[in-house]
């Protein structure tokens, strides 16, 4: 059985960091993209970031690009996001994905239960 576990998230002011991890079980994690997705709030399910098996290979949203970076340990089965200069439309629900995913509202795929972050001074 699938498991992803978040963790990391909390409140934070404008302008802060956080780093978020997902630990994965029932799959062999070296062998799959991984993915972080979010929910904005009174929004659906939006893409936010990927990572190839290896993590030599990442993508952004354009909203994110240049503040947020994910990575993954494999040994650890072990998916991060590390966000810096958080800005309130960050806030949201955040779910790490097993494998890549295009359409977060429309794709079948397994996630964790999430982890809430909020900006907000």
């Known amino acids: 059985e699938v498991q992803l576990m978040e963790s990391g998230g909390g409140l934070v002011q404008p302008g802060g960091s956080l780093r978020l991890s997902c630990v994965a079980s029932?799959?062999?994690?070296?062998?799959?993209?991984m993915t972080w997705v979010r929910q904005v709030p009174g929004k659906g399910l939006e893409w936010v970031s990927d990572?190839?098996?290896?993590?030599?290979?990442?993508s952004y949203a354009a909203s994110v690009k240049g503040r947020f970076t994910i990575s993954r340990d494999n040994p650890k089965s072990t998916l991060y996001l590390q966000m810096n200069s958080l800005k309130p439309e960050d806030t949201g629900v955040y779910y790490c994905?097993?494998?890549?995913?295009?359409?977060?509202?429309?794709?079948?795929?397994?996630r964790g239960q999430g982890t809430q972050v909020t900006v907000s001074s």
């Open positions: 990572i190839n098996r290896s993590g030599t290979t990442t």
């Open positions: 029932g799959f062999t994690f070296s062998m799959n993209y």
């Open positions: 994905a097993k494998g890549p995913v295009s359409s977060p509202n429309t794709d079948t795929y397994s």
